[in-house]
């Protein structure tokens, strides 16, 4: 047993380890009442203050927000430490016909979840998305074809950040060139439905 930790609090702290690595988000509070048959949020939230007490982990007042900052008490080593991520969707299009930020959240766009780090998806929101560049990569920019690109949604942009845009179905990666109103539109062309905050490739 991890030293310091009750056989409760051991429990409770290994099944948020596995929860978050299996599903790439912490557990809620509620959902560790159900798993343990705790009866009460204060119940539960009795063993996480005392798990943020000995250096365990840490929370939030908002859904989600745990994050395992100590190691996994089973390993011998505590070495081991859980890998804090998100799961967000990867949109493989958007259909032509509704508002552009509706259009993200539609589950039949969505090719599956993936987890990030939580370094790299923070900037993104927990409303954020993933796209996959296309075979032409992105024009003058150092983007591949096939990597992945963590997006925060929002309409506008400021010169020369690097936009996602959307018009008559199709996706596009470019550069905000100062022209957008402010909703996000370009004028006949295109309208912004989020910001590049980060990129992924494998090799």
């Not at 959307?166 to 909703?183: F, I």
């Amino acid at each position: 047993m991890a030293k310091g930790l009750t056989e409760k609090q051991r429990k409770i702290l290994e099944y948020i380890i596995d929860f978050q690595r299996e599903n790439g988000y912490p557990p809620t509070i509620r959902e560790l009442g159900d798993a343990f048959e705790i009866g009460s949020l204060r119940g539960v939230t009795v063993h996480l203050d005392a798990l943020h007490h000995k250096g365990f982990l840490t929370r939030e007042r908002r859904s989600r927000s745990i994050k395992v900052v100590g190691p996994d008490p089973r390993d011998p080593d505590g070495a081991r430490k859980s890998e804090p991520a998100t799961r967000l969707p990867l949109i493989r299009a958007l259909s032509a016909g509704t508002d552009g930020m509706d259009k993200i959240a539609s589950e039949g766009q969505v090719e599956r979840y993936i987890s990030i780090p939580e370094e790299i998806s923070a900037p993104a929101t927990e409303n954020g998305f993933v796209i996959r560049v296309g075979a032409t990569g992105v024009p003058k920019e150092p983007i591949l074809p096939g990597d992945l690109l963590v997006v925060r949604p929002q309409r506008s942009a400021l010169s020369g950040e690097l936009v996602v845009t959307y018009s008559h179905g199709d996706l596009a990666v470019r550069r905000a060139d100062g022209q957008e109103t402010p909703d996000g539109a370009v004028p006949g062309e295109s309208e912004i439905v989020g910001r590049v905050v980060g990129l992924i490739r494998r090799y």
